[in-house]
């Protein structure tokens, strides 16, 4: 069956938009909907959903549906409607507040952000959008990102040189101690962040320590799969597997199996796999492990966004 690209984005803007404005707004009715079941089951043809505040609560055939008094009836015949979906790593930052209408408009109701510039922004509109001031998808956002420090300091080094901005530099933290790891984890708590996110791990007993208070905190670890990263105590792994998930089969079938027995979730990105399929992240490993190895800074940061990278 072939679903109209249109019909999800209609109904679910007219659900955002009533949720961005008053809770208190009329009920809506999407009447002769047909429901597609996600889970694998059958479609549903002529369903009615009903919708009070940002809550469904009712979905089933449109002649046992009871639609109260005062209800806005939308006809919905000749649409679908499925789940609102997730994109579960997004840098919505980096593209403005105009992002988020257009998520909602692809049918992208729930975002896991993770991090790069603009903490501040991203935490007023996770906010804004839950009461219902501002129209968007609910939003998990990342701390600002933790680097190894000397690939910071670098990197920072390497965008003076080239008298470029260094803007990015400014939320990212490169611990050095378990100390510091563990007061980075408090202050970020403190800061509301949804969950912490590591793209270039610190040295193991750093890691280790920073996964540790984050447990003890309650707040989620989240990060790039990149030598050295912890095999468990870790919520999520980003992208592919650094090196490059070629190399050793055994290897990361163990792993897999890993996260698979600690509940570790693994998000492909497939979107960008083949960039990430290009290890920038592994040339820093393999310079900490070889000791004659001299690689230029402005190497590894000659296009903008390695940096950067998220």
């Given at each position: 069956m072939r679903i109209p690209r249109l019909c999800l984005a209609v109904l679910l803007s007219t659900v955002a938009l009533t949720s961005a404005g008053s809770q208190s707004a009329s009920p809506i009715a999407f009447?002769?909907?047909t429901v597609v079941d996600?889970?694998?089951g059958p479609s549903r043809p002529d369903q009615t959903v009903l919708i009070s505040g940002n809550r469904i609560v009712a979905v089933g055939a449109s002649r046992d549906v009871?639609?109260?008094?005062?209800t806005r009836i939308v006809d919905a015949r000749g649409k679908y409607v499925i789940p609102g979906l997730w994109d579960?790593?997004?840098h919505?930052?980096?593209f403005g507040r105009s992002a988020l209408a257009l998520l909602l408009a692809n049918g992208v109701t729930g975002i896991r952000d993770m991090g790069a510039v603009h903490f501040v922004h991203a935490k007023a509109w996770r906010d804004s959008i839950a009461r219902g001031l501002m129209l968007g998808p609910r939003m998990r956002i990342a701390s600002p990102v933790v680097e190894h420090p000397e690939w910071l300091r670098r990197a920072r080094a390497g965008y003076?040189?080239?008298g470029a901005s260094t803007e990015w530099a400014r939320e990212r933290f490169g611990p050095r101690t378990a100390d510091e790891a563990e007061r980075f984890v408090d202050s970020v708590v403190a800061l509301g962040a949804d969950h912490i996110k590591v793209r270039n791990w610190p040295a193991p007993a750093v890691s280790e320590a920073l996964v540790g208070r984050a447990r003890e905190r309650g707040i989620p670890v989240v990060g790039h799969a990149?030598?050295?990263f912890p095999r468990v105590g870790v919520s999520s792994f980003e992208h592919s597997v650094f090196p490059s998930h070629t190399a050793n089969p055994a290897m990361i079938d163990t792993l897999f199996r890993t996260w698979a027995d600690s509940g570790t979730a693994y998000v492909p990105t497939l979107v960008t796999w083949s960039s990430r399929e290009i290890p920038l992240d592994t040339l820093r490993g393999a310079a900490r492990q070889s000791a004659d190895a001299n690689l230029s800074l402005r190497t590894s940061c000659s296009a903008r966004g390695v940096a950067q990278g998220v």
């Amino acid at each position: 069956m072939r679903i109209p690209r249109l019909c999800l984005a209609v109904l679910l803007s007219t659900v955002a938009l009533t949720s961005a404005g008053s809770q208190s707004a009329s009920p809506i009715a999407f009447r002769g909907v047909t429901v597609v079941d996600v889970a694998g089951g059958p479609s549903r043809p002529d369903q009615t959903v009903l919708i009070s505040g940002n809550r469904i609560v009712a979905v089933g055939a449109s002649r046992d549906v009871r639609v109260p008094n005062g209800t806005r009836i939308v006809d919905a015949r000749g649409k679908y409607v499925i789940p609102g979906l997730w994109d579960l790593h997004t840098h919505v930052t980096m593209f403005g507040r105009s992002a988020l209408a257009l998520l909602l408009a692809n049918g992208v109701t729930g975002i896991r952000d993770m991090g790069a510039v603009h903490f501040v922004h991203a935490k007023a509109w996770r906010d804004s959008i839950a009461r219902g001031l501002m129209l968007g998808p609910r939003m998990r956002i990342a701390s600002p990102v933790v680097e190894h420090p000397e690939w910071l300091r670098r990197a920072r080094a390497g965008y003076e040189q080239a008298g470029a901005s260094t803007e990015w530099a400014r939320e990212r933290f490169g611990p050095r101690t378990a100390d510091e790891a563990e007061r980075f984890v408090d202050s970020v708590v403190a800061l509301g962040a949804d969950h912490i996110k590591v793209r270039n791990w610190p040295a193991p007993a750093v890691s280790e320590a920073l996964v540790g208070r984050a447990r003890e905190r309650g707040i989620p670890v989240v990060g790039h799969a990149n030598l050295p990263f912890p095999r468990v105590g870790v919520s999520s792994f980003e992208h592919s597997v650094f090196p490059s998930h070629t190399a050793n089969p055994a290897m990361i079938d163990t792993l897999f199996r890993t996260w698979a027995d600690s509940g570790t979730a693994y998000v492909p990105t497939l979107v960008t796999w083949s960039s990430r399929e290009i290890p920038l992240d592994t040339l820093r490993g393999a310079a900490r492990q070889s000791a004659d190895a001299n690689l230029s800074l402005r190497t590894s940061c000659s296009a903008r966004g390695v940096a950067q990278g998220v």
